[in-house]
Nanobody, 120 residues
Framework: QVQLVESGGGLVQAGGSLRLSCAVSGSIFSSNAMGWYRRAPGKQRELVAA???????NYADSVKGRFTISRDNAKNTVYLEMNSLKPEDTAVYYC??????????????WGQGTQVTVSS
């Protein structure tokens, strides 16, 4: 059973920063691609950032230059450093495992999500 537990969300003012963490258990973490998705109210879930098992990263255009995804294979944890936050970044953020094949293909395992709220 794969389990993912996100943490680090919260309320922050526009221009501020947050660091999300996702601890993974029950899978061969180092061999999986990892992704952060978000779902804003009334919108579809979207991929924010992904990182392959080899460390290659991919970002949504809306977060390029502001967000950084990283992974620590020794700790089975993936991070999302979010800087220069904007009100439109407000959403529930989820992490997932998967594979990278020109795009992130989620495994179907998701964490419970962590709320990020950016006030203007």
């Amino acid at each position: 059973q794969v389990q993912l537990v996100e943490s680090g969300g919260g309320l922050v003012q526009a221009g501020g920063s947050l660091r999300l963490s996702c601890a993974v258990s029950g899978s061969i973490f180092s061999s999986n691609a990892m992704g952060w998705y978000r779902r804003a109210p009334g919108k579809q879930r979207e991929l924010v950032a992904a990182i392959t098992s080899g460390g290659r990263t991919n970002y949504a255009d809306s977060v390029k230059g502001r967000f950084t995804i990283s992974r620590d294979n020794a700790k089975n944890t993936v991070y999302l450093e979010m800087n220069s936050l904007k009100p439109e970044d407000t959403a529930v953020y989820y992490c997932t495992t998967g594979v990278w094949a020109a795009a992130m293909i989620p495994s179907g395992y998701w964490g419970q999500g962590t709320q990020v709220t950016v006030s203007s």
